[in-house]
């Protein structure tokens, strides 16, 4: 439902939910779980997770 690359693309434009949701056509709790779920922040970057779930933190210190 939410492409990572498109809400990508946004999130550089504005961190704001409310933006992000109305350009995606979505609600802001749709949008809230997608960031709870499906999104992993490590230091300044932002990552979609993989669908197994989060990254292992031998993973998470290889990449920052």
């Known amino acids: ?8 693309a946004l999130e550089q434009v504005s961190t704001d939910r409310f933006y992000i949701a109305d350009e995606l056509g979505i609600t ?3 949008l809230d ?3 709870t779920h499906c999104l992993q922040r490590l230091g300044a970057r932002t990552y ?5 779930g989060r990254f292992t933190n031998t993973l998470a210190r290889a990449l920052s």
């Open 1 to 8: 439902m939410i492409d990572p690359a498109e809400y990508a």
């Open 28 to 30: 802001i709790d749709l």
């Open 33 to 35: 779980h997608y960031r």
């Open 48 to 52: 979609s997770t993989r669908p197994l």
